[in-house]
């Protein structure tokens, strides 16, 4: 059965910014001073290979993450590479009631997912990732999407 996206995405979590190695401390604080504030710090390991810094503005759920590579081999540290060693839009995170729904629905669909299953990600969640060139025979969106099952924050 093919659900259509609006049965399963609330809204967007999150948007991801790569952030070059030493720079988090004052993407932090220029974030501060436009007003968000810090409710999330975390390192990550795995394949992920990041320190991440998660920003609220204001009162609502609007969120920024900060990600800054902990090595070179961190899929974050690739991607600046690519970007001639900028930092910039890393991925747009989309919140699911479900995530197994979610990717089995994607999936299904014939689109590119980057994990073979959903997986524990930051802050208690449960993540997967979709390509930007996301669909099998329709072609790109441009921007790698994340989708995320509410964890802890």
């Known amino acids: 059965m093919s659900l259509e996206a609006s049965e399963y995405i609330k ?3 999150h948007v991801a910014i790569a952030v070059p190695l030493g720079q988090m401390d004052a993407q932090v604080a220029l974030y501060q001073q436009i007003g968000f504030a810090v409710v999330h710090e975390e390192e990550v390991y795995g394949g992920d290979q990041v320190k991440e810094v998660l920003l609220r503005v204001g ?3 609007n ?3 900060l990600l800054q590579p902990l090595n070179a081999e961190s899929p974050v540290a690739k991607q600046i590479e690519k970007q001639g060693g900028r930092g910039g839009l890393a991925h747009v995170a989309y919140r699911v009631d479900d995530i197994q729904v979610a990717f089995d629905d994607l999936k299904a669909k014939g689109f590119n997912i980057i994990d073979p299953a959903p997986r524990n990600g930051s802050r208690g969640t449960k993540v997967f990732f979709m390509h930007p060139k996301s669909h099998t025979t329709e072609g790109s969106l441009g921007v790698l999407f994340e989708f995320v099952q509410e964890g802890a924050i």
């Open 59 to 61: 009162d609502s759920d």
């Open 63 to 65: 969120l920024i993450q």
């Open 11 to 13: 809204h967007i979590d």
